[in-house]
């Protein structure tokens, strides 16, 4: 099992940024990736960014291209998404999670709230 915690949100103005942060604990050596979701209300939760674990290949939405970077640290089992030129659309709560399993994420953190004001 692992455990995750995020911290980092906040409110922020448009155009302003952002650093989440996520601490995993556990059987950190069963992670295959890690990866932040959002949810805005009313909405259904969605990828942001991932980053696979061992090589550091990191994918995003294309809503996140050109403006979010994902990092990982694996000697402090860290997952960071650095959040540049944020827009009131990026207003969610942010969550991260780990894949230990082969095909979906099953760790999450509690999430974090971000909220970009116009």
């Known amino acids: 099992q692992v455990q995750l915690v995020e911290s980092g949100g906040g409110l922020v103005q448009a155009g302003g940024s952002l650093r989440l942060s996520c601490a995993a604990s556990?059987?950190?050596?069963?992670?295959?990736?890690m990866a932040w979701f959002r949810q805005a209300p009313g909405k259904e939760r969605e990828l942001v960014a991932g980053?696979?674990?061992?090589?550091?290949?990191?994918n995003y939405a294309n809503s996140a291209k050109g403006r979010f970077t994902i990092s990982r640290d694996n000697a402090k089992n860290t997952v960071t998404l650095q959040m540049n030129t944020l827009s009131p659309e990026d207003t969610a709560v942010y969550y991260c999670?780990?894949?230990?399993?082969?095909?979906?994420?099953?760790?999450w953190g509690q999430g974090t709230q971000v909220t970009v004001s116009s």
């Open positions: 980053i696979s674990w061992l090589i550091g290949l990191p």
């Open positions: 556990g059987v950190t050596s069963r992670i295959k990736s």
């Open positions: 999670a780990a894949q230990t399993s082969p095909r979906e994420f099953d760790s």
